[in-house]
C-alpha cells in the first residue's frame, strides 16, 4: 500500500485529468454524452389560471371580479439535440427541440377544462394606443369588426 500511495501521490494531476476527460468529454457513447443529448431528469413546468367566474356582472353591474384558481396544469419537458453537426475545431452546433406531455396524473383536471380570462391580445392593443386619436379609433373599429371580447372562454 505503500507503493500504491507513493505512485498516486506522483501522478495524481494525469490520473485526476484522465478520469476528469473520461466523464466530462462530450464523445458519443459516453455517459455525458448521453446526458446531454438528451436530459435523463424530467422537468415538470406547471400552470395555473384564474378562472373569472362574473364577467358580465363585471361589466353590467360593476361588481369585483370573482376568480377562482384553477390548477395546476403540470406538464414534462423533453428536450433533445438534433441535427448534430461535429467541426474540426472541437465544437458542436446543433438545434433544440423541445416537447411538452401533458401529464393527467400531475394535473387538476383534463386539458378539457373551460377558463374564462382575459384576452390579452385585446386589452394589449387598447392599452397600446391609449391616449392617440386615430389609432384607438382604428383599433376599436378593428376589434368591433372580428368581434372581439375582453374575456375569452377556452381549454
Do not use: C
Not at 3 to 10: A, N, Q
Amino acid at each position: 500500500s505503500l507503493i500504491f500511495g507513493s505512485i498516486t501521490l506522483v501522478f495524481k494531476q494525469r490520473i485526476f485529468d484522465t478520469i476528469l476527460n473520461s466523464q466530462l468529454v462530450i464523445e458519443e457513447g459516453t455517459a455525458a454524452y448521453n446526458a446531454w443529448v438528451e436530459t435523463p431528469i424530467p422537468v415538470y413546468t406547471k400552470f395555473y389560471f384564474f378562472d373569472m367566474i362574473n364577467p358580465s356582472d363585471l361589466f353590467h353591474s360593476h361588481e369585483k371580479p370573482i376568480l377562482e384558481e384553477r390548477g395546476p396544469y403540470t406538464f414534462r419537458e423533453v428536450e433533445k439535440k438534433a441535427n448534430l453537426t461535429w467541426h474540426e475545431n472541437g465544437t458542436i452546433s446543433y438545434r433544440r427541440v423541445k416537447f411538452w406531455y401533458f401529464e393527467r396524473e400531475m394535473s387538476v383536471g383534463p386539458l378539457t377544462d373551460m377558463v374564462t380570462t382575459i384576452n390579452v391580445p385585446v386589452v394589449g392593443s387598447a392599452e397600446f394606443v391609449r391616449g392617440d386619436f386615430f389609432m384607438e379609433w382604428g383599433i376599436s373599429d378593428m376589434l368591433s369588426t372580428i368581434e372581439a371580447r375582453i374575456f375569452v372562454k377556452r381549454t
